[in-house]
């Protein structure tokens, strides 16, 4: 991973053994400070937190970038060469608050733990620092505390590995819930890939990274870049990691992988196992998305539909935002990757489509589950956390109220009924988990703390010992003055006390006085002027008990926890189908509720190029004008079909052609997750790809002008949209000289027609594209209905047949509070423009347009075929043979 900047505070001096102590001013450094560099040598990227006491600390450089990052007080201790060490630390008990803002940062951290206390260094009389070492190096795809996580999106950690110089790897797990991805791409779509999952990390080789075909892909995620060396992205290493990890001989059970996929997932596992520092037991199995399974959806798409964002980054008033009914944290995050996938696999979407029917015609039935899935904790999380020993006592309080809901809800279905078969399944991959959340039940205390080091988290009654151990703990002031009570008794001696200290521990306090009536079993351990002290064999037992009680009782929670976690890992699988059950139903129910609410209507999905849709809104702005009490959002149709593919729209700024464009993309992409969609009746073909270039700004980091990006945006959807593609553009060629654009935007236009032949709405101010109905059979076109009264125009928000005449462009810098004498001589000035200028004739094109290149014919165009291996060369016939299938 690339080195990269941090900062921390200032702590208090930690109290440290006498070998520990920092060196006086001059001297070399101190044993802990070499062993503190010792332990950066190995870790150079990332910030070590070094365990000293009951603080973590950093010193040299790693000090001056935490220091800044966490805007906390730099200070020193000793000196090396006679300059100061740069030092800052954080307390242990509050360290993950402070992880979290440097890993938000994009920073590593390594965290060096104390093996040992002082006292067993003094026990084993050795001398130098105490046993340290990294447990676990923390980075932006690897964390899985819950303080740490947005518990309603993933935590993706990547890999991306090269096959040849064209074809790619990619794997993906989300460590917090075990999901486990991975797919083969090309250059071209990684962009695509890279929003699609947006991960928190991205381990890629060195060379790859400075390949210059990708600079410009990979440029907004430089800071979640780790790069490997090549050498980590072995093919037969790889293999070899999957089989450990799952205990198979062949990966055949788990998908046909191609040698891309298996080295990413590999390099993915070692990456995992080097850093946190353990074996790792993975929770799920590989699944493998395949080609052409998905709706493929580029960057600049995603961004201008915000589909889980704004333009502006914030959540709220993205598409995600509307739809996302859930009330489970799982059912958020299956809701988000599904929203970011759309389906092209007719009957998995028809089965969507029945659970979410079940629930819109079962409205009880949908109010019991949501009622019901609101008491379930996130069981995907606490159990990676278990699977992963990073688990507490209230990850396994999770599980066990979790599974008690599933059980539940399985219990309320139990009665025979008409159920889709995809809600079928669901239900049954709820299980049955009775004994678990018996054991559970009974184990586990009502109060249950963060942490086990806190104990007081197994329930009385259930482990004998340890509430022998626990009462001996909790009541020794009782034990002591009973065995005094008894002593005073027995001798006589009314001001005979049990005392303790920290040199001889419990003993009998007797004054000289009474000496003669010390009974003989009592043996001497001091004699001070005031007093005599004895100690028995009795007190000596009952100190002992005493002294080892708490640790006892903690070292019995810590064990009997083990083997509750051991009880959960053995029915993992079992526990996580049971989760991936809840997440499913749960967004079926939400999608439902979405619909009911916002009067959605079930879409009609097929296998044909139509695309109709009577009253259609838009999902996020209709709801929010619902929200206001404003229910004036205007529906509009749109109907395409073999007949009909290209929509060109004219009409003046403000007048809703933006939104008229979006909302139809909006619609095919709910469609295609399953969902109901925002219209009285929809019927849709299914769509390959979805492009949208509307709007457009400088990409200054790039180097390019909004005239430049909107240019590119154009070319990727000439030369990938195919006839079932879904295309939305909102001007052409603005950002030119006015002939110059209209020349561009009249020959797209005919391309598209021609050439994609894809469904597109096309909104444009050169009216003299409307020409083109005369000539292209498939183009007509569509204007926005306006009125105008006494000077002024309304809005009508409705998408009409027809052309405008003119943009009314004047009349919204009106709206938008232009001076007055501006607007009269901009008035005056285009009546001047508008009657002196010429006709507008267009020629006819003299040449055939050339075809369009296919993905296929690119990608073998592009082939370095003299540097590919026979084995290779093979592979990468496979995969050509598998996308033209």
Aim: glycine letters at 6%; charged letters at 25%; hydrophobic letters at 40%.
């Amino acid at each position: 991973m690339t080195q990269l900047n941090l900062g921390f505070a200032e702590a208090p001096t930690p109290d440290l053994s006498p070998l520990e102590q920092p060196q006086p001013s001059g001297a070399k450094l101190s044993p802990v400070m070499t062993q503190y560099l010792e332990m950066k040598k190995e870790y150079g990227d990332a910030l070590l937190f070094f365990r000293l006491g009951d603080f973590y600390e950093l010193f040299f450089e790693d000090a001056v970038t935490a220091a800044k990052a966490l805007d906390i007080v730099l200070t020193k201790r000793g000196k090396n060469e006679e300059q100061p060490i740069p030092m800052c630390g954080v307390p242990v008990h509050a360290y993950e608050s402070y992880l979290a803002r440097l890993i938000q940062k994009g920073f590593k951290v390594a965290i060096c733990e104390q093996l040992e206390d002082p006292s067993e260094a003094k026990k084993r009389g050795a001398k130098g620092p105490l046993k340290r070492d990294v447990v676990r190096v923390v980075t932006p795809g690897t964390i899985t505390e819950e303080s740490m996580l947005e518990a309603r999106q993933s935590n993706f950690l990547m890999a991306v590995s090269p096959l040849t110089s064209q074809q790619l790897g990619i794997a993906c797990i989300d460590l917090s819930t075990g999901a486990f991805l991975v797919e083969a791409t090309d250059m071209a779509n990684l962009p695509g890939v890279l929003a699609r999952l947006n991960p928190a990390e991205i381990i890629m080789p060195d060379r790859l990274i400075m390949e210059p075909s990708l600079y410009e892909a990979l440029n907004q995620w430089k800071r979640k870049l780790s790069p490997l060396p090549l050498a980590r992205f072995d093919y037969e290493n790889g293999k070899l990691r999957l089989e450990t990890a799952y205990q198979v001989k062949t990966l055949d059970a788990f998908g046909n992988f191609c040698p891309a996929e298996i080295r990413a997932a590999g390099t993915l596992i070692d990456y995992i196992q080097v850093t946190q520092k353990a074996a790792l037991r993975l929770i799920d199995r590989p699944r493998q998305i395949k080609p052409q399974s998905i709706m493929t959806i580029d960057t600049p798409t995603r961004r201008s539909l915000e589909l889980h964002l704004t333009q502006s980054g914030q959540r709220q008033g993205s598409l995600m935002d509307t739809i996302d009914r859930t009330v489970t944290s799982a059912g958020s995050r299956l809701l988000s990757l599904q929203l970011a996938a759309p389906l092209l696999q007719l009957d998995m979407i028809q089965e969507r489509q029945d659970n979410v029917s079940y629930f819109v015609d079962h409205p009880d039935v949908r109010q019991y589950l949501r009622g019901t899935l609101k008491q379930a904790p996130d069981m995907e999380r606490a159990l990676s956390r278990l699977n992963m020993m990073r688990g507490s006592p209230r990850d396994l309080a999770s599980l066990r109220d979790g599974l008690s809901v599933a059980m539940g809800i399985k219990q309320h279905f139990s009665e025979p009924a008409a159920l889709p078969s995809g809600l079928s399944k669901h239900l049954q991959r709820l299980g049955y988990h009775a004994d678990l959340i018996d054991k559970l039940t009974r184990a586990l205390a009502e109060e249950l703390p963060f942490y086990t080091r806190e104990g007081n988290f197994i329930a009385e009654g259930y482990h004998g010992e340890l509430d022998t151990y626990r009462y001996l703990r909790d009541n020794a002031k009782g034990h002591i003055e009973q065995l005094q009570a008894d002593y005073i008794t027995r001798t006589g001696i009314n001001s005979l006390k049990i005392k303790h200290n920290n040199i001889i521990g419990y003993h009998i306090d007797i004054t000289p006085s009474h000496a003669s009536k010390v009974p003989e079993d009592f043996i001497h351990r001091q004699t001070l002027a005031s007093s005599i002290r004895y100690s028995t064999p009795e007190l000596a037992e009952l100190e002992r008990k005493i002294t080892v009680a708490a640790q006892q009782v903690l070292e019995l929670e810590t064990q009997i926890f083990n083997d509750l976690v051991n009880d959960v890992q053995l029915v993992t699988d079992d526990i996580l189908r049971c989760c991936r059950a809840l997440a499913a139903l749960d967004v079926a129910a939400a999608l439902a509720e979405l619909a009911y609410s916002q009067g959605y209507c079930r879409p009609i999905v097929d296998n044909s190029l139509t695309f109709k849709i009577a009253g259609g809104f838009h999902p996020v702005i209709a709801c929010l004008l619902k929200e206001r009490g404003e229910n004036t959002f205007v529906s509009n149709g749109c109907h395409m079909d073999n007949e009909t593919k290209m929509f060109l729209i004219t009409g003046p700024n403000m007048a809703g052609k933006s939104t008229y464009l979006r909302q139809n993309a909006l619609i095919a992409i709910l469609a295609q997750i399953g969902s109901y969609v925002p219209a009285e009746s929809a019927h849709i073909g299914i769509v390959d790809r979805i492009f949208s270039r509307v709007g457009a700004s400088d990409d200054l980091a790039s180097g390019r002008s909004t005239f430049m990006v909107e240019m590119v945006e154009t070319a990727a959807i000439l030369h990938q949209a195919t006839e079932r593609s879904f295309v939305i553009l909102d001007e052409i060629g603005r950002g030119t000289a006015t002939f110059d654009g209209l020349s561009i935007a009249w020959a797209v236009t005919e391309y598209i027609c021609d050439q994609n032949k894809c469904r597109t709405l096309f909104a444009t101010h050169y009216h003299e594209l409307t020409q083109l109905q005369e000539k292209i059979p498939t183009l007509k076109c569509l204007t926005m209905r306006i009125k105008e009264w006494e000077g002024k125009v309304i809005f009508m928000h409705e998408v009409i047949e027809g052309a405008a005449d003119k943009s009314y462009g004047i009349h919204v810098a009106a709206l938008a509070g232009l001076p007055a004498p501006v607007i009269q001589r901009a008035t005056a000035i285009l009546h001047s423009l508008e009657s002196d200028r010429a006709e507008l004739t267009i020629p006819e094109p003299t040449a055939a347009i050339v075809p369009v290149i296919s993905p296929v014919e690119r990608e073998l165009l592009t082939l370095d075929v003299d540097s590919l291996s026979p084995r290779e060369a093979l592979d990468c016939l496979y995969q050509l043979k598998r996308k033209v299938a």
